[in-house]
């Protein structure tokens, strides 16, 4: 669930943090959003070399298959576009694409019949065991110019960033909240 920006003030407020300076203008490359929304493009795009050029899969395709790729069970659609933050259109689309090229299949989801969940095929699951090892490196080198220390440092404060925004943070969290 997002939460707005004034949960968000009430949390910190909670947390007896004080608040921000007050700012004469935004600088906008100062901007924590503006920044994150950057890096990810960024680091989104150099991911894509990977899946791309070798494979003709877009952004949005890449998506599902990492999605189905690390559950060990098929999802719905839906899942797949609340956990990437994905609008369903783009995912129904890059569904579509994968259905029509063998790497994804419908089952029939057992508690109810008239919803058809996602998952790999064997072709599907192949892509991602080929990929996922090279999309890894790929976030090596990415992260290269960080010591051991500053990358756990990076993904504590970014996971305090997520907890503060209640987003999940796992595949087990949100299988056993049965979220998304």
Request: with cysteine.
């Amino acid at each position: 669930m997002a939460r707005t920006s004034s949960d968000i003030a009430l949390k910190t407020r909670e947390a007896g943090e004080a608040s921000p300076r007050p700012r004469s203008r935004l600088d906008l490359f100062k901007f924590v959003p503006f920044r994150l929304n950057r890096l990810a493009a960024e680091v989104s795009s150099a991911l894509a070399v990977e899946y791309q050029e070798r494979h003709g899969l877009d952004i949005p395709a890449w998506r599902v298959i990492a999605t189905l790729g690390f559950r060990n069970d098929a999802c719905s659609a839906q899942y797949i576009s609340q956990c990437t933050r994905t609008h369903k259109s783009t995912i129904s689309r890059a569904v579509t694409m994968l259905l029509q090229n063998g790497l994804i299949e419908r089952v029939e989801n057992e508690a109810d019949r008239r919803e058809f969940r996602l998952q790999l095929t064997k072709k599907g699951r192949a892509l991602y065991e080929e990929l996922f090892p090279q999309l890894l490196r790929r976030e090596d080198e990415i992260l290269a110019c960080l010591s051991a220390q500053e990358r756990k440092q990076l993904s504590a404060l970014l996971g305090k960033i997520e907890e503060s925004l209640d987003l999940i943070q796992t595949s087990e969290e949100a299988d056993a909240k049965q979220a998304y």
